[in-house]
């Protein structure tokens, strides 16, 4: 069934297919991947603030809420709870391992790593909404985290409509059977030029037998493997999971009630897939290095000012007596989103996709997620910790982080806009100041 028309650029080349009921299940399928991962991440925040899930799990916790002269900052300072939201993406990093073999011919990756990051802030958008309904239930946060189930559901009904990848069946021989699938797929018959670029790019993979020996060892490979692990490692210490986790916390921290944090959240997750929606619309115009260099700064300023004002405000015991302050750091956590959302939330995902040879791209991808991975869990798992003993110091600790990754993408970090990967070496790394001298010169 095919419900419009499509070109695909592939090398340069126009491959002609159109949009058929395959392609729909793949985005579809793609998209509820990011929905369920977005939810879990915003979930979890909401579910952590909830009086009845801490009276159920973590009595001491909420103890420690409710108790007037508790240390406004170390109230939810808990190893367990921390872990709750944490564990997540220890798992992840397994999975990505796994899929860093699985996915050696997944062609189009680039482009469906800064959508896949548009569907997590809408998954993220959506959890707090479903936070802020069941707060007020007996019991809400079961209905929060069992909401995970139906994204879950979709993905396992979804995989019994989707064939197997052209790629994988022209990788194991079966050219016949790969053309066949790939005519399903694309709607039409001429899919010889698209068949062989899959051919192609699956020889030229299958020259590496060992992909991630080859990325370690091989000096050209270097600079991409610095660069796409730092591009992650950065990401997280903007601080924005901080955010993302934490969000209903951090407003109860400053003395909002239980559903005036959770509106709050909604309010910033909003703003933040809409600033994402502006990524997907304007980094192909503007470059990826002017927004990662905005991005960084506009969120360097925000962090400062959130500090100062908690330093001021918010005392050890007692909430925040102005009821101007929490709305003002509200604001400034819904612009310290957007420069996250439209730089280096989309742009962490996309530039690392961009930057390594065929031969290593998903051994390459993988350390880069895998990064990721372990950033996102050490924030998750000690944030909460830290703020009980730096306080609004911590928030300083990130505008510095952002004054570094600033500096690193003005000075290290190559424009990758409009460069086909096999033109990277040549047309990049080779002509850069400082990475230029991990290639042969001829």
């Known amino acids: 069934m095919a419900v419009g028309v499509m070109d695909i650029e592939e090398g340069g080349a126009s491959l002609p297919g159109k949009t058929t009921f395959q392609v729909v299940m793949c985005s579809i399928i793609a998209a509820v991947g990011g929905l369920m991962f977005g939810y879990d991440i915003g979930i979890s925040g909401g579910v952590t603030s909830m009086d009845t899930f801490l009276l159920d799990f973590f009595p001491h916790v909420y103890e420690k809420k409710h108790r007037v002269h508790e240390n406004n900052y170390c109230k939810f300072d808990d190893q367990l709870l921390q872990l709750f939201t ?22 189009h990756v680039d482009r ?26 007996k019991n809400g946060w079961r209905y929060s985290l069992g909401g995970a189930a139906v994204p879950a559901l979709i ?22 059977e790969g053309k066949k699938v790939l005519r399903k797929i694309r709607g039409i018959d001429n899919i010889e030029l698209e068949f062989n670029e899959i051919k192609r790019a699956t020889e030229i993979s299958n020259k590496v037998k060992t992909p991630f020996k080859e990325l370690f060892t091989k000096s050209e490979n270097r600079p991409p493997l610095v660069c796409g692990t730092l591009l992650q490692f950065f990401q997280q210490f903007t601080g924005i999971n901080v955010v993302m986790f934490y969000a209903p916390v951090l407003f109860q921290t400053m003395g909002s009630g239980n559903n005036a944090s ?18 997907v619309i304007m980094v192909d115009r503007l470059g990826r290095k002017f927004f990662l260099v905005e991005g960084a700064t506009q969120m360097m300023a925000t962090q400062i000012t959130i500090g100062a004002l908690l330093l ?8 925040i007596t102005s009821h101007a302050v929490p709305l003002i750091v509200l604001i400034l956590i819904c612009i310290y989103v ?22 290593v791209r998903t051994s390459g991808y993988f350390c880069a997620v895998a990064m990721n991975m372990v950033c996102t869990f050490v924030i998750g798992q000690f944030f909460l910790s830290a703020l009980c003993r730096f306080r609004s110091g911590l928030f300083f600790f990130f505008a510095v982080m952002n004054v570094i990754m600033g500096l690193f993408a003005i000075f290290f970090l190559p424009e990758t806009r409009g460069v086909p990967i096999e033109d990277m070496a040549e047309q990049r790394w080779k002509k850069h100041w400082h990475w230029k001298k991990y290639f042969k010169q001829n």
């Not at 997540?88 to 699985?102: E, K, N, P, T, V």
Request: net charge neutral; with cysteine; charged share 10%.
């Open 112 to 137: 469906l790593n800064i959508a896949f990051q548009l569907l997590i802030t809408v998954g993220i958008l959506a959890a707090s909404f479903v936070n802020y309904l069941t707060s007020t239930m």
């Open 312 to 319: 001021k405000y918010l005392h050890l015991v007692g909430p």
């Open 86 to 107: 944490s564990s997540l993406y220890l798992a992840g990093i397994f999975a990505s391992f796994a899929a860093s073999f699985l996915c050696r011919r997944s062609r």
């Open 262 to 279: 959770l509106v709050s959240t909604v309010v910033t997750n909003g703003v933040n897939a809409l600033a994402t929606v502006f990524a």
């Open 155 to 176: 993905l396992l009904i979804g995989s019994f409509f989707i064939h197997e990848t052209p790629a994988s069946l022209i990788e194991r021989g079966k050219d016949e």
């Open 338 to 359: 957007s420069g996250f959302a439209w730089s280096w939330g989309p742009l962490g995902w996309l530039i690392p996709s961009e930057i390594y040879q065929l031969e």
